[in-house]
């Protein structure tokens, strides 16, 4: 069985950086960080298996990472916009390929709140 459990959210001005973690454990291969808004769908922000792959709305602010050792993910966000602002949540796959849709995860973290104010 695979248990997600994400940290590191918080409240951060436009500008300002946070880091996620997401402790995983079971057996996973590709993991990615989705996140998801009031009244809107929930959308990739990035994925990390023999690749990483981005969203265009965050490449060059957030960097993803997982140290294999500690079978954590992270997701470093900095320069964050007031448009970040969303419940993101960590998920993992044993598929190895990056997939970049919420249905290519089977397993899922509780989310963690980010708010960015102006």
């Given at each position: 069985?695979?248990?997600?459990?994400?940290?590191?959210?918080?409240?951060?001005?436009?500008?300002?950086?946070?880091?996620?973690?997401?402790?995983?454990?079971?057996?996973?291969?590709?993991?990615?960080?989705?996140?998801?808004s009031?009244?809107?769908?929930?959308?990739?922000?990035?994925?990390?298996?023999?690749?990483?792959?981005?969203?265009?709305?965050v490449?060059?602010?957030?960097?993803?990472?997982?140290?294999?050792?500690?079978?954590?993910?992270?997701?470093?966000?900095?320069?964050?916009?007031?448009?970040?602002?969303?419940?993101?949540?960590?998920?993992?796959?044993?598929?190895?390929?990056?997939?970049?849709?919420?249905?290519?995860?089977?397993?899922?973290?509780?989310?963690?709140?980010?708010?960015?104010?102006?």
């Amino acid at each position: 069985q695979v248990q997600l459990v994400e940290s590191g959210g918080g409240l951060v001005q436009a500008g300002g950086s946070l880091r996620l973690s997401c402790a995983a454990s079971g057996r996973i291969l590709s993991m990615g960080w989705f996140r998801q808004s009031p009244g809107k769908e929930r959308e990739f922000v990035a994925g990390i298996g023999g690749i990483t792959k981005y969203a265009d709305s965050v490449k060059g602010r957030f960097t993803i990472s997982r140290d294999n050792a500690k079978n954590t993910l992270y997701l470093q966000m900095n320069s964050l916009k007031v448009e970040d602002t969303a419940v993101y949540y960590c998920a993992a796959s044993r598929l190895s390929v990056v997939v970049v849709t919420a249905s290519g995860y089977g397993f899922w973290g509780q989310g963690t709140q980010v708010t960015v104010s102006s």
